[in-house]
Nanobody, 118 residues
């Protein structure tokens, strides 16, 4: 059974930084993408950034230049470095991993709260 465990959330002042981590507890093979989503109160979940197995990255426009996604394939861990945080970044952040190993798989973490005070 694979579990994704997120950490690194917390309360930070505007302009500050946080680094989120998401580690898979079980073995994951043939990962296609590792993605960070977020959901603010009263809003739909939105994609923040993803990284593919080939190392390509994508960022949602509002975080470009401030957030950086990276991964450690040996540890099946994905990171999200968040700099120059803004109050509008306040949300629960979720990691997601998709791949194919005999069948498609799609795992989610439990979420970690990020709160940015003004």
């Amino acid at each position: 059974q694979v579990q994704l465990v997120e950490s690194g959330g917390g309360l930070v002042q505007a302009g500050g930084s946080l680094r989120l981590s998401c580690a898979a507890s079980g073995r994951l093979f043939n990962i296609n993408s590792m993605t960070w989503y977020r959901q603010a109160p009263g809003k739909q979940r939105e994609l923040v950034a993803f990284i593919t197995s080939g190392g390509s990255t994508y960022y949602e426009d509002s975080v470009k230049g401030r957030f950086s996604i990276s991964r450690d394939s040996t540890k099946n861990t994905v990171y999200l470095q968040m700099n120059n945080l803004k109050p509008e970044d306040t949300a629960v952040y979720y990691c997601n991993v998709k791949g194919i190993y005999g069948r498609l798989y799609d795992y989610w973490g439990q979420g970690t709260q990020v709160t940015v005070s003004s």
